[in-house]
C-alpha cells in the first residue's frame, strides 16, 4: 500500500541554519503530498502541500518540491528560527481514489538552538 | 467552538474497561478523521465520515474498536474490552467537505493509558 518515509530524528541546528527534512513516498496513484507541523502541545496543521509534479508548497519560508522521478519531497527552509521547533510529518492522500484516507510518516522533531 | 474539540484530554483505565472518546469537529465541516498516534510514530488512520455515514473503516485494529457519527457533528470513538496495547494518543480531525483536499484541522487529542 501507500506509504511515507522520513527521515529520522531528533534533528538539532542553531538559529540561521539551512534546514532539509528528507521525505520519500510509495503510491499506486497520483497521490498530492503535505507537510503537516506539530507545535508543542497543539494538534498537527497543514504546513504546505503540493498537488501534481514539480509543483512547490511553501509557506512561513518553507518549500518543498514533489519531485515524481524520485518519489521525494524534501522540505526546506533557508534560515531557521527557535520557533521553529517542533515535530514536521510529511503525508499524502491519493485524491482520485475514493478512499480520502491521509498517510503520514512517522515524524521528525526538529530543535532549533538559540 | 474555533478548533475541533476533543474530550477527554486524558483517560487513564484499567485492562477490559470500555472507553467512549468524543470529537466536536468545526462546525460546518463535512468530513470526520480518527487517527491513532503511538509515541514517536506518525498518526494512523481509522476510520472516516462524510456526514454521518461512515465511508471507510478500513483502519480500525479489530471489532472492539467502533465509531458512530450520528447526525453529522460530534463522533465518538468506542474502545470496548480495552487492551494495554490500545493505549496510545487518539486524533480527531475534520475537513470542511467532501471532495478531500487534504488540509484536515486537528484537535489537541485524547490519550488514552489502558494499565
Known amino acids: 500500500g501507500d506509504s511515507v518515509t522520513q527521515m529520522e530524528g531528533p534533528v538539532t541546528l542553531s538559529e540561521e541554519a539551512f534546514l532539509t527534512i528528507n521525505c520519500t513516498y510509495t503510491?499506486?496513484?497520483?497521490?498530492?503530498l503535505f507537510w503537516y507541523v506539530q507545535y508543542p502541545g497543539e494538534g498537527l496543521q497543514l504546513l504546505l502541500k503540493?498537488?501534481?509534479?514539480?509543483d512547490k508548497g511553501s509557506n512561513k519560508g518553507f518549500e518543498a518540491t514533489y519531485r515524481k522521478e524520485t518519489t521525494s519531497f524534501h522540505l526546506e527552509k533557508g534560515s531557521v528560527q527557535v520557533s521553529d521547533s517542533a515535530v514536521y510529518f510529511c503525508?499524502?492522500?491519493?485524491?482520485?481514489?475514493?478512499?480520502?484516507?491521509?498517510?503520514f510518516g512517522s515524524g521528525t522533531r526538529l530543535s532549533i538552538r538559540p | 467552538g474555533a478548533g475541533v474539540s476533543q474530550s477527554p484530554r486524558y483517560k487513564v483505565t484499567k485492562r477490559g474497561q470500555d472507553v467512549a472518546l468524543r470529537c466536536d469537529p468545526i462546525?460546518?465541516?463535512?468530513?470526520l478523521y480518527w487517527y491513532r498516534q503511538a509515541l514517536g510514530q506518525g498518526p494512523e488512520f481509522l476510520t472516516y465520515?462524510?456526514?454521518?455515514?461512515?465511508?471507510?473503516k478500513s483502519g480500525l485494529p479489530n471489532d472492539r474498536f467502533s465509531a458512530e457519527r450520528p447526525e453529522g457533528s460530534i463522533s465518538t470513538l468506542t474502545i470496548q474490552r480495552t487492551e494495554q496495547r490500545d493505549s496510545a494518543m487518539y486524533r480527531c480531525?475534520?475537513?470542511?467537505?467532501?471532495?478531500?483536499?487534504?488540509?484536515?484541522?486537528f484537535g489537541e487529542g485524547s490519550r488514552l493509558t489502558v494499565l
Open positions: 480531525a475534520s475537513s470542511p467537505g467532501t471532495g478531500n483536499t487534504g488540509e484536515l484541522f
Open positions: 503510491a499506486t496513484g497520483y497521490p498530492s
Open positions: 503525508a499524502l492522500s491519493d485524491l482520485d481514489s475514493s478512499a480520502s484516507k491521509i498517510i
Open positions: 465520515f462524510n456526514y454521518e455515514a461512515q465511508q471507510d
Open positions: 462546525s460546518g465541516h463535512v468530513s
Open positions: 503540493a498537488t501534481k509534479a514539480d
